[in-house]
Structure formats: C-alpha cells, structure tokens
C-alpha cells in the first residue's frame, strides 16, 4: 500500500510558477513509476507528466511540454512538478499518481487526494 500526499499548490498569476510535491508512504517508491494529472472544472481527468522509477525517463502532455518538469527524489520519496509560465488554462486539482509510466490513469494503483492550483489571468 502507498498513500500519497501532494503539497505547494495556491494561487499565481499568469506567468508565475509553482513547485508542487508528493510525499509517499512507501519504503518501495523507488520502484515505482510516478506520474501527475489534473482535472479541471467540468472537464475529465488530464494526463500531466509521468517519470520512470529511477527517474532516467519523463514523459509530458503536449499542453505543458517545455513549461512543467517532473523529478523525483528516492532518498526522500518525493516526486515533483515543476510548473513555469503557468496559464489560466492550467488551473485544476493536481493529482499524484503512483504505478504507471504513461497517459493511461487505468495504469496508475494509487493516488493522492489532490492539490488546488489556480491561476489568475
């Protein structure tokens, strides 16, 4: 079982960036492929990133690709989103996600509760 705990999102202006992190409970994070989604007001669950366990690969939505960055960090069993030039369009409930590598949140067994970011224009 891994619980997940997202943190750091808020309120920026168009343009400003945030940093959001998922803490994970698990002693095995570092063998699972991590990823974020979003869900925006009235519109279905959105892929965002995903990375591979040992972080040598990352994958990104066309929508934030060159603006976000994935990462994580096993020693401290944390994933981050990077998020610059942030957009109104970006605003949503990011998601965490632990156990796949890729679009699919069919691939992905456990997920954190969630963090509100939004952006002003």
């Known amino acids: 079982q891994v619980q997940l705990v997202e943190s750091g999102g808020g309120l920026v202006q168009a343009g400003g960036s945030l940093r959001l992190s998922c803490a994970a409970s698990a002693r095995t994070f570092s063998t699972y492929a991590m990823g974020w989604f979003r869900r925006a007001p009235g519109k279905e669950r959105e892929f965002v990133a995903a990375?591979?366990?040992?972080?040598?690969?990352?994958y990104y939505a066309d929508s934030v690709k060159g603006r976000f960055t994935i990462s994580r960090d096993n020693a401290k069993n944390t994933v981050y989103l990077q998020m610059n030039s942030l957009k109104p369009e970006d605003t949503a409930v990011y998601y965490c996600?632990?156990?796949?590598?890729?679009?699919?949140?069919?691939?992905?067994?456990?997920w954190g509760q969630g963090t509100q970011v939004t952006v002003s224009s």
């Open positions: 996600a632990a156990g796949g590598l890729g679009p699919d949140p069919y691939d992905y067994d456990y």
């Open positions: 990375i591979s366990w040992s972080g040598s690969n990352t």
